[in-house]
C-alpha cells in the first residue's frame, strides 16, 4: 500500500471514532440558583455528553430535521465521500479521469469540516449563556481534527501528482 | 477441465475501490462502539461497588442524617389533661441524643398534635439570589450520627412553653433495626410518654444532594 493510500485508510479509521467518541459536553448551571434546581429538578442540571452521531440523533428526535439534515451531510457523508474519491483517485492511471477526480474532491471538499464550524458556534453559544454554563470539548473532537488533518494531507499529495 | 488464470478472472468495477474507506469508518467506529460497550458494562459494576449504599440496612463505620420528619403525640399529656390547659395545642419540638450528647435540636413546631419537618432548610434570603452557595450539609437540618453495631440513640420529644418546656415522651432507639430511608415506630402511651408516633428518615453523609433530596420524598 502506498502512503497516500496509507493515509486515507488512516483519515477513515479516526473519521469512524470521531463520528462516535465523546465530542462535547455540556455542563448547565442556573447561577446562584444553581442549589436549589438541584434540589427541585436535577434532571435540568444533568451533565450531557454528545458525540456528533449522537448530536444527529439528538436534532432528529427533537424535530430539528433540517439542521440534522445538514450536519449528517457536513459531517458524516460529505467526508466519506472525498475519502471515497481520493481512494478511487489513487488508483486511475489515465490523467484525465485523474484531474476530473480531484476537481470533484475540491468540490466535495467545501462542504467538509463545516462541524467544526458548527462545534465552535456551540461553544461560543453556551458560553455567552446567563448562569455560568460551560462547555468543553471532548477527545472526539481532536480525533476528528486530526482525520482532518490527514484528509488534507492527502489533499496536497494528490496535487502535487496533478499531470 | 477449463483454468481460469488471473488474466481471464473478471475485474471489480473501478469503482469498487471507493467503498473501502466507507468500510474503514464503519470499522472505525464499530471498534469504539465494541470497547466502549465492555468497558461500561466493567465501569457500572465498579461504581455500584464503591456507591454509597441508598438503601437497607446501615453499614458500620458510615455516618448518617438522622432527623425526624414527623412526631405525633396523644390528645393528652402526661397528667392526662389537655396540652396547654385545652387552649391550644402542644408546641413541639424534639432533640437527639447519641452517646448522651443532644446531637440535634429541631425547630419547634407550634400548636400540633403531628409536628412535620422537612429534613431540608432552605430560606431563601435576598443574600441567597446574590451569590451565597449553599451545601447539602448546610441545607439538611439533622443529626449526623456514625453507625456501630449495638449503638442506640434517643429520642427526647418537648412540650415548649414560655414558663416551663414539659416532657412530652423519650423513646430509645436501636441503630440495628434502622434502615436507610423512612423508619416508623408506633408507640403506647406510657406514665412518661405520650407520643404516638415517630418517623425517622436516615439518609447517608457523602451522597450527593439529588439522592438524599428522592430518599426524603
Known sequence: MNVTRFLIAVSSLLLGLGLIAPTLTIYPQAGDLTWIIKIIAPEELAVSTYSILGVIQKLFQTGDIFLAVVLAMFSVFSPVLKLSFYWHATGLKDSKKFNSILQRIHYVGKFSMAEVFALALIIVVIKSFPGGSTAELEWGAYIFTFSVICSMLVSFRLDSKKR | ?217
Open chain 2, 1 to 217: 477441465m477449463t483454468d481460469i488464470s488471473d488474466f481471464d478472472a473478471p475485474k471489480p468495477p473501478a469503482w469498487f475501490g471507493a467503498a473501502i474507506p466507507l468500510l474503514i469508518v464503519l470499522l472505525g467506529a464499530g471498534f469504539y462502539w465494541f470497547i466502549t460497550t465492555d468497558k461500561d458494562n466493567g465501569e457500572s459494576e465498579d461504581t455500584s461497588n464503591s456507591k454509597i449504599n441508598l438503601s437497607g440496612r446501615l453499614s458500620p463505620g458510615q455516618t448518617y442524617y438522622i432527623f425526624a420528619s414527623e412526631v405525633e403525640v396523644y390528645p393528652t399529656n402526661l397528667k392526662n389533661e389537655s396540652w396547654d390547659q385545652g387552649k391550644k395545642g402542644p408546641d413541639i419540638r424534639y432533640r437527639l441524643f447519641w452517646k448522651g450528647n443532644a446531637v440535634f435540636e429541631s425547630i419547634t413546631k407550634d400548636d400540633s398534635l403531628i409536628a412535620d419537618w422537612s429534613g431540608l432548610s432552605i430560606e431563601l434570603n435576598w443574600k441567597d439570589l446574590l451569590g451565597k452557595s449553599v451545601s447539602s450539609d448546610d441545607a439538611i437540618k439533622a443529626g449526623r450520627i456514625r453507625f456501630e453495631e449495638g449503638e442506640k440513640i434517643e429520642i427526647a420529644v418537648e412540650d415548649v412553653d414560655i414558663a416551663s418546656d414539659d416532657d412530652v415522651g423519650r423513646h430509645e432507639i436501636e441503630m440495628d433495626k434502622l434502615s436507610i430511608g423512612k423508619n416508623e415506630f408506633k408507640l403506647k402511651k406510657t406514665a412518661s410518654s405520650a407520643i404516638r408516633k415517630i418517623t425517622l428518615r436516615v439518609l447517608p453523609v457523602g451522597s450527593n444532594i439529588e439522592d438524599l433530596a428522592n430518599i426524603m420524598k
